[in-house]
Each structure stands twice: as structure tokens, then as C-alpha cells.
């Protein structure tokens, strides 16, 4: 596998913004925590009556600087279900070229009962708010990506130079409705327009776009 870009050096302003809101992250992803957790708690029992345990999938992808992260979700696939994927796509061209373009599939037959609702109301991504608050990704920001996606990409360098984050302007302009290539060009414009009033409004937007369900799959 080819190694994946390195981000360049930060100047002096993006450091100070990255310090303040690493800063806003710690206080505004622990209030967050304290004030979902019986939403949290909900989830977690519906999950576990759902299709039992684990509760949470961890998910290994690449943070900040090329570090790998254990990004936290509720789980809404059923246990193992990665092992079916190949055999999944080989016998359906239609996902498979679904799957191709954005690496997820509208009708996915791996996913649990609850998992489409957890997926259309983008509950399974409170977990990572533990991610948040651990300082290993931001309330905003290009969404963590795996490994292999990034691999030899000239976009590598820019979308690694800042924390990954919970929502982005890839998740407030339709998420999963576009192709992989669109959000990559996406997230290449969140970073270099990054700044609190660009984060104030993502945040905005994305309460709109979590009510929506809009490219939620």
C-alpha cells in the first residue's frame, strides 16, 4: 500500500485556531456528553435488545498528522459483517458500483433492524464525542477517513493538517447523495476556508441536515 501524505507545517494563525478550538472541542464535547448521555444510555439498551452485543463498532481510521484513530460508533451493522462485504458486491453490480463511487450502499442487507434509523438520524455517531474529548478528533471538520482511501492522494497532505471531525461541509451538503470524489473536493474546501465563522455555521446547518436525513445511508 502507498504511504499516505503527511500534512505540511501549520502557520501561526492556523495554530492559534487550531489551539482555541481544541480549546471549544474539550468544553463544548463534554457538555454535549453530559447532556445526551440519557440519549446515549437509550440507544445503547435499544442496540443491545436490538442484535445484542457489542454495542459499539470501532472503526480504525487516520487522524491528524497520518495517526491512526479507533473512531466509536453504535453499531448498525450486524457482528462481523465485514467479512461479507466481498461476497456481497461480487455477486451484485449494482452495489458494487454503488459502493465503488462512495464506499456505502443505500440498501445495505448487513445492517441490523435498528441500524437504518440510527444511520437516517446520525445517532450512531454520538459515540465519538468520547473521541472528541480523548483529543483525537474535533466537533468540526473533514469526516476521518480510512486508510486505503487516502493512499497516494495529493489531497492527503491538506485534509490531514487539522483534526477529523463529528460534521463537516461534506455532511451539511447532502453526505452520501454525492460521490466520493465530491467529498473529497468538499473536505479540500472545508480546510482551507477553516475558521470559526465557517465551523459556526456547519454547526448550524448540520442541526438542519440531521432533521432532514438527507444522503443518510
Request: charged content about 25%; proline content about 5%; glycine content about 8%.
Amino acid at each position: 500500500m502507498r504511504s499516505i501524505s503527511r500534512a505540511a507545517p501549520a502557520s501561526s494563525a492556523s495554530l492559534l485556531y487550531s489551539f482555541f478550538r481544541q480549546v471549544a472541542d474539550i468544553v463544548f464535547g463534554t457538555l454535549l456528553l453530559i447532556l445526551l448521555l440519557p440519549v446515549l444510555l437509550t440507544v445503547a439498551v435499544a442496540v443491545y435488545v436490538d442484535s445484542g452485543a457489542p454495542i459499539l463498532y470501532r472503526c480504525q481510521r487516520v487522524g491528524k498528522d497520518g495517526r491512526p484513530i479507533k473512531v466509536l460508533k453504535f453499531r448498525t451493522m450486524r457482528d462481523g459483517s465485514h467479512h461479507h462485504l466481498e461476497a456481497l458486491l461480487s455477486v451484485d453490480e449494482e452495489r458494487r458500483l454503488e459502493y465503488a463511487a462512495n464506499r456505502k450502499m443505500r440498501e445495505d442487507p448487513r445492517r441490523t433492524k435498528f441500524g437504518p434509523f440510527l444511520r437516517r438520524s446520525s445517532l450512531d455517531e454520538l459515540p465519538q464525542l468520547l473521541n472528541v474529548i480523548a483529543g483525537e478528533m474535533s466537533l468540526i471538520g473533514p469526516r476521518p477517513y480510512f486508510a486505503d482511501e487516502l493512499a497516494g492522494r495529493s489531497e492527503a497532505r491538506e485534509l490531514l493538517s487539522i483534526q477529523p471531525g463529528i460534521t463537516g461541509l461534506w455532511q451539511v451538503s447532502g453526505r452520501s447523495d454525492g460521490t466520493f470524489e465530491e467529498r473529497i473536493a468538499l473536505e479540500v474546501a472545508h480546510v482551507r476556508r477553516r475558521g470559526f465563522l465557517l465551523d459556526g455555521r456547519i454547526a448550524i446547518q448540520t442541526i438542519r441536515a440531521v432533521l432532514s436525513g438527507r444522503g443518510a445511508y
